[in-house]
């Protein structure tokens, strides 16, 4: 199949837009051609699924991305995600049956839980050949559940069943707040 071009921003967050409304893109095709600066605009993941930790921990959740990205090794500048109410965080939030590869991403993730560089959620996808160079945080709310600041990854915060994570390298810092220890 003949991919969709991706060359700006503003079609990155179209595709974005899209499928946090519901078009999750099963079987499309996308090629983005050009290294593109965000400008540390705040950013929404694409699949920004659920707020609810069973929900995406499950990912049985709406809002997912099906579709398959091939990044053809550009640079995604200056990603700003600070989702601080959501699991499933990342350049593309909650991914389902989908794949994504050969994408740098730079910049700052921070959300709840289930935080990655790359993809936040992934059931039964692929990520592959992406590099992250931008600092990953799952960060614990002190009055929600005890989940809250679990589960963050260079690459992915959480892959489920059936899943490919593979030649991937994560330079980024990473992250959580739940897991505290005293001495």
């Known amino acids: 199949k003949k991919p969709y071009i991706i060359d700006t921003p503003?079609?990155?967050a179209y595709l974005a837009s899209e499928v946090n409304s519901g078009n999750s893109y099963?079987?499309?095709f996308f090629r983005i051609t050009k290294s593109m600066d965000l400008e540390n605009k705040k950013w929404t993941p694409i699949g920004n699924g659920e707020t609810d930790y069973s929900t995406v921990y499950k990912v049985a959740v709406t809002n997912k991305f099906s579709g398959h990205i091939d990044g053809t090794g550009?640079?995604?500048d200056n990603l700003n995600i600070e989702e601080l109410d959501r699991y499933g965080v990342g350049l593309i939030g909650v991914m389902d049956s989908g794949s994504v590869k050969n994408i740098i991403v730079?910049?700052?993730?921070?959300?709840k839980g289930i935080v990655g560089g790359i993809?936040?959620?992934v059931n039964a996808g692929t990520v592959s050949s992406c590099i992250n160079r931008a600092s990953v945080s799952a960060i614990q709310d002190e009055e929600?559940?005890?989940h809250s600041g679990d589960m963050a990854g260079g690459i992915v915060g959480y892959a489920k069943t059936e899943s490919?994570?593979?030649e991937n390298i994560n330079y980024g810092k990473v992250e959580t707040t739940n897991y505290k220890f005293e001495t």
């Open 164 to 166: 490919l994570i593979r």
């Open 74 to 76: 550009i640079t995604v």
């Open 106 to 111: 730079r910049g700052s993730i921070k959300g």
């Open 26 to 28: 099963a079987n499309t």
């Open 10 to 12: 503003s079609q990155l």
């Open 144 to 146: 929600a559940n005890t």
């Open 119 to 121: 993809v936040g959620a």
